[in-house]
T-cell receptor, first 116, second 113 residues
Framework: SAVISQKPSRDICQRGTSLTIQCQVD?????MFWYRQQPGQSLTLIAT?????????ESGFVIDKFPISRPNLTFSTLTVSNMSPEDSSIYLC?????????????FGDGTRLSIL | GQQLNQSPQSMFIQEGEDVSMNCTSS?????WLWYKQDPGEGPVLLIA?????ELTSNGRLTAQFGITRKDSFLNISASIPSDVGIYFC?????????????FGQGTILTVHP
């Protein structure tokens, strides 16, 4: 399966600031996704990162708060904007391989974000 | 929206015991997946199930895709200390939900040597 690298692995940020998280894959993949895992909770899908077009956001998540880029088939970024303590979470990138992107998703190790 | 109910929330067992956990859904899924997450890491895929009724094994792990496509279980036989972690079920839909995963709440497994 693809090797997924996320940067940074963790960060501590001040409220009101923004942080961009990078997800790099070692091979071209059809689908890339961004998830949030709040402390002690399960994973919730934020959006599907579409190559060359705007991301598709899930209910409760908006582009102004979580802008996403996907310039090619191996790279995506998620920005957490105007952060507040409620944004303290693990943010995870996942990829779906195969021609249709329908192979089981594999995850990066996540970015652990704490907002003071 | 789709919701998955995963149980139990946590388990405390002795090394060598068998473990069983399950997930139920109010909606049908095309694929059921089981992941394990260790502290400081992302979820790692354990087993993928693609057809209703399918029973699949991966070493000491066995999982089944329910006939109704609304449930799945995961069994771990002869548990060992490295089985400790959080286990998540996830359902993957089709159509407009293609590729998207809905996760269960997780089962925290503790194994006492």
């Amino acid at each position: 399966s693809a090797v997924i690298s996320q940067k940074p692995s963790r960060d501590i940020c001040q409220r009101g600031t923004s942080l961009t998280i990078q997800c790099q894959v070692d091979s071209q993949v059809t689908m890339m996704f961004w998830y949030r895992q709040q402390p002690g909770q399960s994973l919730t899908l934020i959006a599907t990162a579409n190559q060359g077009s705007e991301a598709t956001y899930e209910s409760g998540f908006v582009i102004d708060k979580f802008p996403i880029s996907r310039p090619n088939l191996t790279f995506s970024t998620l920005t957490v904007s105007n952060m507040s303590p409620e944004d303290s979470s693990i943010y995870l990138c996942s990829v779906g391989e195969g021609l249709l992107g329908n192979q089981p998703q594999h995850f990066g190790d996540g970015t652990r974000l704490s907002i003071l | 929206g789709q919701q998955l109910n995963q149980s139990p929330q946590s388990m405390f067992i002795q090394e060598g015991e068998d473990v069983s956990m399950n997930c139920t859904s109010s909606s049908i899924f095309n694929t059921w997946l089981w992941y394990k997450q260790d502290p400081g890491e992302g979820p790692v895929l354990l087993i993928a199930l693609y057809k209703a009724g399918e029973l699949t094994s991966n070493g000491r792990l066995t999982a089944q895709f329910g006939i109704t496509r609304k449930d799945s279980f995961l069994n771990i036989s002869a548990s060992i200390p490295s089985d400790v972690g959080i286990y998540f079920c996830a359902g993957q839909g089709g159509g407009t939900s293609y590729g998207k995963l809905t996760f269960g709440q997780g089962t925290i497994l503790t194994v006492h040597p």
